[in-house]
């Protein structure tokens, strides 16, 4: 079962069907067993529950999620596969001691892949789309495995199946979000 | 949240509108109305309705006409959100898109400059979910422009029910279109939406047809009661 957490500005808000719906979606049509959480309601049996966690994106102009560092704690012990987009990206650092820095994208952007990792196997670059104010400064245990002209695109845990997107796989790029299921799978 | 919503009058902006409504406090709609046929923004066939859908909505328009220009438009388009902002103190933008990287960009770029929010509750959505839900609902949506092979002129003024709907789906399937039109394909005109008050019921109208390209223009329509 996959925990899809719900980063924006109050649950069921006006948000909630552009960046957790087509999530969603996603793992329907991949027939994943999933349930989601607002951030703000996430406890030790939805973390137990989980065998994997997707941290949603939320809209340009909200970051109510970062005002509170103290409801991501457990990410570092989860040990099991995790996936952050975009505002995910930057809760999934931040809770590894990662900072961010102004880096604004707004439309479709060209990747690059810097380093061999199962997620991007056989693709050198693509084109994706983003929707972002900040990028990540990447922490000492992560590495940088995309980048755009301007900012870093993807991260990886060192050792941990953790991986943050600075940009929305679920628009144009769906293929990267039924590779990380794939993992998933294979991780169990 | 006090929002405007970028409107035209067809399902899409009508929906997301409706969407809206359910979270958040509309205060208006917001048009911008082109006069270049050829917008990839803005132009929409009926846009001269959006006052009458708006009484009949019981909400104010803020309208703003453009030339049409590629960027120039973005520039009106940022006018009249200002103008939104300043008559209704919106703090958020809502649009329809549902797929346009193109659209939903260029909107998320004006509203940044101006920091105000910006919702797209139909992004990415699930069409098949999406146009049963827009029936379900009680939603009255006719199309209103057909701009690509296989709709022809009879299509113009058809309302979409279970029975269109049903043959759009052929025809997306068919043809490898998106259900909702998406491409350009066809444009619509609501008439009638959960949130309107009155319905419109249309007068007069006229046609224009040639090759899959055609246009239901609405002369004359007025407001009556459910």
């Known amino acids: 079962m996959i925990l899809i957490v719900d980063l924006c500005y109050r649950a069921g808000s006006l948000s909630r069907d552009e960046f957790v719906g087509p999530i969603e979606r996603l793992l329907r049509e991949a027939k994943t067993p999933f349930f989601t959480r607002h951030y703000t309601a996430v406890g030790a049996p939805e973390i137990e529950a989980a065998d994997g966690v997707i941290l949603c994106g939320t809209a340009l102009r909200d970051t109510g999620f970062a005002e509170h560092p103290e409801l991501f704690r457990w990410l570092p012990a989860f040990g099991r596969p995790v996936l952050g987009i975009s505002s995910g990206m930057r809760v999934l650092a931040a809770a590894f001691g990662g900072g961010t820095e102004p880096c604004c994208e707004i439309g479709m952007t060209d990747v690059r892949v810097l380093a061999p990792d199962p997620l991007f196997a056989g693709r050198e670059g693509f084109s994706a789309y983003g929707v972002h104010e900040f990028a990540v400064q990447v922490p000492d245990t992560f590495v940088s495995l995309a980048a755009s002209d301007r900012c870093i695109q993807a991260i990886r845990h060192r050792s941990l199946p953790l991986y943050g997107l600075l940009f929305h796989p679920e628009v144009r790029n769906e293929w990267i979000v039924e590779r990380f299921l794939q993992l998933l799978e294979a991780a169990r | ?226």
């Open chain 2, 1 to 226: 949240m006090k929002l405007g919503v970028l409107f035209s009058g067809g399902k899409d902006s009508t929906f997301a509108c409706w969407k809206a409504m359910q979270q958040e406090e509309v205060v208006c709609l917001i048009t911008v109305i082109s006069g270049n046929p050829e917008s990839y923004m803005f132009h929409t066939p009926n846009i001269h309705l959006a006052a009458l859908q708006a009484e009949a909505a019981g909400l104010p328009l803020v309208e703003v006409e453009t030339a049409g220009e590629k960027e120039e438009e973005l520039l009106d388009l940022a006018r009249a959100l200002l103008a939104a902002r300043e008559q209704f103190g919106i703090e958020g933008v809502v649009t329809g898109a549902v797929l346009s990287v193109y659209q939903a960009a260029r909107v998320q770029r004006v509203c940044r400059e101006l920091d105000l929010w910006c919702f797209n509750p139909l992004w990415n959505a699930d069409q098949e979910a999406y146009m049963e839900e827009i029936i379900d609902a009680g939603f009255r949506v006719i199309i209103a422009g057909v701009f690509s092979s296989p709709f022809d002129e009879s299509w113009l003024g058809r309302e979409i029910d279970r029975r269109t709907l049903d043959e759009l789906r052929e025809i997306a399937r068919k043809h490898r279109i998106t259900l909702i039109g998406e491409g350009g394909e066809f444009e619509t005109f609501v008439i009638d939406a959960p949130f309107f008050s009155r319905r419109i019921a249309i007068e007069e109208v006229s046609r224009v047809y040639r090759n899959y390209n055609g246009v239901l223009r609405i002369e004359r329509a007025g407001l009556v009661a459910k």
